[in-house]
Protein backbone atom coordinates (compact mmCIF):
# COMPACT_ATOMS: atom_id res chain seq x y z
CA UNK A 1 0.00 0.00 0.00
CA UNK A 2 1.45 3.73 -0.82
CA UNK A 3 3.12 5.20 2.52
CA UNK A 4 0.55 7.86 2.82
CA UNK A 5 -2.33 5.90 2.25
CA UNK A 6 -1.37 3.31 4.56
CA UNK A 7 -0.86 6.69 7.36
CA UNK A 8 -4.76 7.07 6.74
CA UNK A 9 -6.04 3.96 6.89
CA UNK A 10 -3.67 3.47 10.10
CA UNK A 11 -5.26 6.56 11.79
CA UNK A 12 -2.02 8.39 11.89
CA UNK A 13 -3.27 11.10 9.65
CA UNK A 14 -6.04 12.80 9.18
CA UNK A 15 -5.87 13.34 5.11
CA UNK A 16 -3.85 12.45 2.41
CA UNK A 17 -2.11 15.89 2.57
CA UNK A 18 -1.31 15.49 6.49
CA UNK A 19 0.55 12.14 5.58
CA UNK A 20 2.56 14.03 2.99
CA UNK A 21 3.76 16.16 5.34
CA UNK A 22 4.65 13.52 7.99
CA UNK A 23 6.18 11.22 5.56
CA UNK A 24 8.78 14.86 4.44
CA UNK A 25 9.27 14.77 8.44
CA UNK A 26 10.21 11.28 8.24
CA UNK A 27 8.95 7.84 8.23
CA UNK A 28 10.53 4.47 8.26
CA UNK A 29 9.31 1.05 8.33
CA UNK A 30 10.56 -2.42 9.76
CA UNK A 31 10.73 -5.40 7.05
CA UNK A 32 11.50 -7.88 9.69
CA UNK A 33 15.26 -7.66 9.79
CA UNK A 34 16.06 -3.93 8.88
CA UNK A 35 14.23 -0.60 9.30
CA UNK A 36 13.95 0.96 5.80
CA UNK A 37 13.00 4.90 5.24
CA UNK A 38 10.19 5.92 3.16
CA UNK A 39 11.60 8.14 0.19
CA UNK A 40 8.93 8.86 -1.34
CA UNK A 41 4.48 9.54 -0.71
CA UNK A 42 3.74 6.13 -3.13
CA UNK A 43 6.52 3.94 -1.64
CA UNK A 44 4.91 0.57 -1.28
CA UNK A 45 4.91 -0.68 2.20
CA UNK A 46 3.20 -4.49 3.44
CA UNK A 47 -0.01 -3.27 5.15
CA UNK A 48 1.16 -5.33 8.32
CA UNK A 49 4.55 -3.50 8.43
CA UNK A 50 5.39 -2.00 11.75
CA UNK A 51 6.08 2.14 11.05
CA UNK A 52 7.14 4.84 12.74
CA UNK A 53 7.04 8.71 12.75
CA UNK A 54 10.29 10.79 13.31
CA UNK A 55 8.49 13.70 14.12
CA UNK A 56 4.77 13.27 14.21
CA UNK A 57 3.97 16.81 15.22
CA UNK A 58 1.90 17.39 12.45
CA UNK A 59 -0.37 14.21 13.30
CA UNK A 60 -1.25 16.22 16.80
CA UNK A 61 -4.30 17.96 15.40
CA UNK A 62 -6.83 17.41 12.05
CA UNK A 63 -4.96 20.05 10.01
CA UNK A 64 -1.68 22.32 9.95
CA UNK A 65 -3.71 24.73 11.38
CA UNK A 66 -3.68 23.74 15.27
CA UNK A 67 -0.05 23.78 15.49
CA UNK A 68 -0.25 27.66 14.04
CA UNK A 69 -2.82 28.22 16.89
CA UNK A 70 -0.67 26.36 19.93
CA UNK A 71 2.45 28.31 18.82
CA UNK A 72 -0.04 31.49 18.88
CA UNK A 73 -1.43 30.17 22.32
CA UNK A 74 1.88 29.74 24.13
CA UNK A 75 3.34 33.17 22.28
CA UNK A 76 0.24 35.41 24.08
CA UNK A 77 -0.22 32.62 27.16
CA UNK A 78 -3.59 32.98 26.44
CA UNK A 79 -5.47 30.72 28.49
CA UNK A 80 -8.50 28.83 26.79
CA UNK A 81 -9.20 25.86 29.65
CA UNK A 82 -12.95 26.41 30.87
CA UNK A 83 -13.91 29.09 28.23
CA UNK A 84 -16.35 29.62 25.08
CA UNK A 85 -14.50 30.09 22.11
CA UNK A 86 -15.66 31.45 18.53
CA UNK A 87 -14.15 30.12 15.98
CA UNK A 88 -14.42 31.92 12.62
CA UNK A 89 -13.61 29.88 9.47
CA UNK A 90 -13.13 26.74 10.77
CA UNK A 91 -12.81 24.11 7.95
CA UNK A 92 -11.63 20.81 8.91
CA UNK A 93 -11.07 22.04 12.44
CA UNK A 94 -7.56 22.54 12.90
CA UNK A 95 -8.12 25.75 15.50
CA UNK A 96 -10.71 23.88 17.33
CA UNK A 97 -8.88 20.46 17.25
CA UNK A 98 -6.46 22.89 19.42
CA UNK A 99 -8.87 24.80 21.72
CA UNK A 100 -10.63 21.77 22.92
CA UNK A 101 -6.73 20.03 23.40
CA UNK A 102 -6.28 23.21 25.49
CA UNK A 103 -9.50 22.66 27.78
CA UNK A 104 -11.69 25.20 25.82
CA UNK A 105 -15.16 24.46 27.70
CA UNK A 106 -17.41 24.72 24.04
CA UNK A 107 -16.11 25.58 20.77
CA UNK A 108 -18.81 27.36 18.18
CA UNK A 109 -17.24 27.19 14.43
CA UNK A 110 -18.99 28.90 11.43
CA UNK A 111 -17.75 28.35 7.90
CA UNK A 112 -19.22 29.88 4.73
CA UNK A 113 -18.34 26.08 3.18
CA UNK A 114 -20.37 23.03 3.88
CA UNK A 115 -18.94 19.54 4.96
CA UNK A 116 -15.59 20.59 5.70
CA UNK A 117 -14.92 19.67 9.37
CA UNK A 118 -13.42 16.75 10.27
CA UNK A 119 -15.86 13.80 11.57
CA UNK A 120 -14.23 13.49 14.96
CA UNK A 121 -14.15 16.84 15.91
CA UNK A 122 -18.33 17.07 14.68
CA UNK A 123 -19.15 14.21 16.76
CA UNK A 124 -17.54 16.04 19.95
CA UNK A 125 -20.26 17.23 22.18
CA UNK A 126 -17.85 20.16 23.15
CA UNK A 127 -18.09 21.35 19.16
CA UNK A 128 -21.02 22.73 17.34
CA UNK A 129 -20.53 23.63 13.65
CA UNK A 130 -22.50 26.08 11.89
CA UNK A 131 -22.21 25.97 8.30
CA UNK A 132 -22.78 28.53 5.33
CA UNK A 133 -22.53 31.15 7.78
CA UNK A 134 -20.62 34.07 6.06
CA UNK A 135 -18.73 35.82 9.17
CA UNK A 136 -19.07 39.53 7.62
CA UNK A 137 -22.39 39.43 7.96
CA UNK A 138 -23.12 37.54 11.34
CA UNK A 139 -24.45 39.55 13.93
CA UNK A 140 -25.75 38.08 17.60
CA UNK A 141 -29.17 37.57 16.77
CA UNK A 142 -28.20 35.31 13.72
CA UNK A 143 -25.44 33.67 14.72
CA UNK A 144 -27.45 32.26 17.93
CA UNK A 145 -30.89 31.66 15.69
CA UNK A 146 -27.90 29.72 13.33
CA UNK A 147 -27.16 27.70 16.30
CA UNK A 148 -30.66 26.61 17.03
CA UNK A 149 -31.08 25.60 13.55
CA UNK A 150 -28.08 23.04 13.64
CA UNK A 151 -29.56 21.65 17.52
CA UNK A 152 -32.75 21.23 16.68
CA UNK A 153 -35.30 18.79 14.72
CA UNK A 154 -37.08 20.22 12.00
CA UNK A 155 -40.66 18.76 12.98
CA UNK A 156 -43.37 18.90 10.08
CA UNK A 157 -47.17 18.31 10.86
CA UNK A 158 -48.05 15.16 9.44
CA UNK A 159 -49.50 14.66 5.87
CA UNK A 160 -53.66 15.09 6.04
CA UNK A 161 -54.05 11.21 4.50
CA UNK A 162 -58.68 11.48 4.49
CA UNK A 163 -59.89 10.43 1.41
CA UNK A 164 -62.53 12.47 -0.25
CA UNK A 165 -66.21 10.83 0.61
CA UNK A 166 -68.31 9.74 -1.93
CA UNK A 167 -70.40 12.10 -3.51
CA UNK A 168 -73.94 11.21 -2.26
CA UNK A 169 -75.46 12.03 -5.92
CA UNK A 170 -72.49 10.07 -8.12
CA UNK A 171 -75.56 8.27 -9.48
CA UNK A 172 -76.44 11.51 -11.34
CA UNK A 173 -74.70 12.00 -14.97
CA UNK A 174 -75.05 13.04 -18.32
CA UNK A 175 -76.30 16.71 -17.78
CA UNK A 176 -78.71 15.73 -15.14
CA UNK A 177 -80.63 13.54 -17.12
CA UNK A 178 -82.22 10.57 -15.08
CA UNK A 179 -82.81 7.27 -16.16
CA UNK A 180 -84.00 3.90 -15.07
CA UNK A 181 -82.30 3.61 -11.57
CA UNK A 182 -83.12 1.91 -8.29
CA UNK A 183 -83.54 4.90 -5.62
CA UNK A 184 -83.96 2.74 -2.87
CA UNK A 185 -80.05 3.63 -1.84
CA UNK A 186 -80.08 7.45 -3.06
CA UNK A 187 -79.10 9.56 0.14
CA UNK A 188 -82.11 11.52 2.06
CA UNK A 189 -82.10 14.84 2.82
CA UNK A 190 -79.94 14.54 6.06
CA UNK A 191 -77.05 12.77 4.48
CA UNK A 192 -76.70 15.73 1.72
CA UNK A 193 -76.47 18.06 4.87
CA UNK A 194 -73.98 16.09 6.75
CA UNK A 195 -71.85 16.20 3.03
CA UNK A 196 -72.16 19.95 2.88
CA UNK A 197 -71.16 20.43 6.51
CA UNK A 198 -68.17 17.54 5.74
CA UNK A 199 -67.33 19.66 3.06
CA UNK A 200 -67.25 23.03 4.42
CA UNK A 201 -65.32 21.35 7.27
CA UNK A 202 -63.02 20.24 4.98
CA UNK A 203 -61.86 23.54 3.62
CA UNK A 204 -61.69 25.68 6.71
CA UNK A 205 -59.32 22.68 8.03
CA UNK A 206 -57.02 22.85 4.47
CA UNK A 207 -57.25 27.02 5.90
CA UNK A 208 -56.16 26.01 9.27
CA UNK A 209 -53.71 23.55 8.65
CA UNK A 210 -51.84 26.21 6.20
CA UNK A 211 -52.10 28.85 8.68
CA UNK A 212 -50.84 26.12 11.44
CA UNK A 213 -47.72 25.96 8.89
CA UNK A 214 -46.67 29.76 8.56
CA UNK A 215 -46.59 29.86 12.08
CA UNK A 216 -44.63 26.65 12.52
CA UNK A 217 -42.41 28.51 10.35
CA UNK A 218 -42.20 31.38 12.34
CA UNK A 219 -41.94 29.72 16.01
CA UNK A 220 -38.74 28.53 17.58
CA UNK A 221 -37.47 25.26 16.59
CA UNK A 222 -37.72 22.01 18.93
CA UNK A 223 -33.94 21.35 20.37
CA UNK A 224 -32.89 17.60 19.32
CA UNK A 225 -32.96 15.11 22.41
CA UNK A 226 -29.82 15.40 24.47
CA UNK A 227 -29.04 18.67 23.13
CA UNK A 228 -30.70 20.85 26.31
CA UNK A 229 -27.97 21.87 27.91
CA UNK A 230 -25.52 23.16 24.98
CA UNK A 231 -25.09 26.91 25.59
CA UNK A 232 -25.75 29.37 22.47
CA UNK A 233 -25.35 32.36 24.12
CA UNK A 234 -23.75 34.66 21.03
CA UNK A 235 -21.50 36.39 23.47
CA UNK A 236 -17.40 34.79 23.72
CA UNK A 237 -14.44 34.27 26.07
CA UNK A 238 -12.22 34.39 23.50
CA UNK A 239 -12.35 34.82 19.48
CA UNK A 240 -10.23 32.81 17.61
CA UNK A 241 -10.02 32.79 13.31
CA UNK A 242 -8.37 31.34 10.31
CA UNK A 243 -9.82 32.88 7.00
CA UNK A 244 -9.11 33.10 3.35
CA UNK A 245 -10.27 35.78 0.24
CA UNK A 246 -11.23 38.74 2.44
CA UNK A 247 -10.07 41.02 4.43
CA UNK A 248 -10.25 40.99 8.14
CA UNK A 249 -11.05 44.70 8.32
CA UNK A 250 -14.31 43.50 6.67
CA UNK A 251 -15.01 40.72 9.63
CA UNK A 252 -13.57 42.47 12.79
CA UNK A 253 -16.56 44.78 12.92
CA UNK A 254 -19.20 41.79 12.82
CA UNK A 255 -16.85 39.86 15.80
CA UNK A 256 -16.16 42.66 17.82
CA UNK A 257 -20.02 42.38 19.65
CA UNK A 258 -19.75 39.06 19.97
CA UNK A 259 -16.44 39.20 22.52
CA UNK A 260 -17.34 39.72 26.15
CA UNK A 261 -16.06 42.59 28.17
CA UNK A 262 -12.57 42.18 28.16
CA UNK A 263 -12.43 39.35 26.13
CA UNK A 264 -9.30 38.20 23.56
CA UNK A 265 -9.13 38.33 19.76
CA UNK A 266 -6.71 35.89 18.25
CA UNK A 267 -6.52 36.06 14.21
CA UNK A 268 -4.27 34.73 11.78
CA UNK A 269 -3.13 37.32 9.16
CA UNK A 270 -2.64 36.45 5.50
CA UNK A 271 -1.26 39.66 4.05
CA UNK A 272 -2.13 38.10 0.65
CA UNK A 273 -5.62 38.70 1.45
CA UNK A 274 -5.53 42.33 3.04
CA UNK A 275 -3.48 44.32 0.13
CA UNK A 276 -5.20 45.03 -3.04
CA UNK A 277 -3.81 42.70 -6.18
CA UNK A 278 -1.20 45.40 -7.80
CA UNK A 279 0.35 44.45 -4.30
CA UNK A 280 0.31 40.96 -4.57
CA UNK A 281 2.98 39.42 -6.62
CA UNK A 282 2.71 36.63 -9.31
CA UNK A 283 1.14 33.25 -7.56
CA UNK A 284 -0.25 35.04 -4.73
CA UNK A 285 2.78 35.96 -2.74
CA UNK A 286 3.72 38.87 -1.02
CA UNK A 287 7.20 39.70 -1.98
CA UNK A 288 7.69 43.17 -0.78
CA UNK A 289 8.33 43.01 2.92
CA UNK A 290 7.40 46.67 2.88
CA UNK A 291 4.02 45.24 2.27
CA UNK A 292 3.87 43.60 5.85
CA UNK A 293 3.79 47.23 7.67
CA UNK A 294 1.32 48.07 5.38
CA UNK A 295 -1.01 45.40 6.43
CA UNK A 296 -0.12 45.45 10.02
CA UNK A 297 -1.14 49.49 10.03
CA UNK A 298 -4.15 48.95 8.43
CA UNK A 299 -5.52 46.12 10.75
CA UNK A 300 -3.94 48.36 13.81
CA UNK A 301 -6.11 51.01 13.04
CA UNK A 302 -9.21 48.92 11.84
CA UNK A 303 -8.71 47.73 15.73
CA UNK A 304 -8.81 50.73 17.10
CA UNK A 305 -12.08 52.12 15.31
CA UNK A 306 -13.46 49.07 16.67
CA UNK A 307 -12.33 49.95 20.58
CA UNK A 308 -9.90 46.90 20.48
CA UNK A 309 -6.72 47.22 22.05
CA UNK A 310 -4.10 45.71 20.46
CA UNK A 311 -1.97 43.67 22.50
CA UNK A 312 0.70 42.04 20.09
CA UNK A 313 1.31 41.39 16.31
CA UNK A 314 3.78 38.82 15.81
CA UNK A 315 4.82 36.34 13.12
CA UNK A 316 3.02 33.02 12.83
CA UNK A 317 5.79 30.39 14.05
CA UNK A 318 4.82 27.80 11.52
CA UNK A 319 4.82 28.87 7.82
CA UNK A 320 2.17 29.19 5.79
CA UNK A 321 1.38 26.32 3.04
CA UNK A 322 1.93 28.03 0.34
CA UNK A 323 5.01 30.03 1.07
CA UNK A 324 3.42 33.18 1.97
CA UNK A 325 4.32 34.85 5.46
CA UNK A 326 2.15 35.10 7.97
CA UNK A 327 1.30 36.71 11.58
CA UNK A 328 -1.24 36.60 14.65
CA UNK A 329 -2.93 39.65 15.87
CA UNK A 330 -4.01 39.80 19.19
CA UNK A 331 -6.12 42.21 20.87
CA UNK A 332 -8.66 42.88 23.98
CA UNK A 333 -11.96 44.35 24.00
CA UNK A 334 -12.95 47.72 26.14
Sequence with gaps: MRADQLLVERGLAASRSQAVRLIAGGMRW????NWRTVGKNKDDIPVEAKIELLDDAEARYVSRGGLKLEAALKHTALAVAGLRVLDV?????????CLLQAGAAQVIGVDVGHGQLHQKLREDPRVLCVEGLNARSLTPESLEEACEHVLSEHW??????DPEPEAPYSWMRGGGEVTDYDDSEDADDAEVDAHL????????ARATE???AEELADAELRRKAGFDDVDTT???????????????????P?????????GHLLMLVKPQFELQPGQVGKGGIVRDEAMYAIVEERLRTCCAELELEVLDWFDSPVAGGDGNREFF????SA
Excluded: C, M, W, Y
Design 30 to 33: FDGA
Design 89 to 97: GQSTGGFTD
Design 156 to 161: EPPAVD
Design 197 to 204: AQASGKVN
Design 210 to 212: AAS
Design 234 to 252: PEFDVVTGDVSFISLTLIL
Design 254 to 262: ALVPLLKPA
Design 329 to 332: IFAR
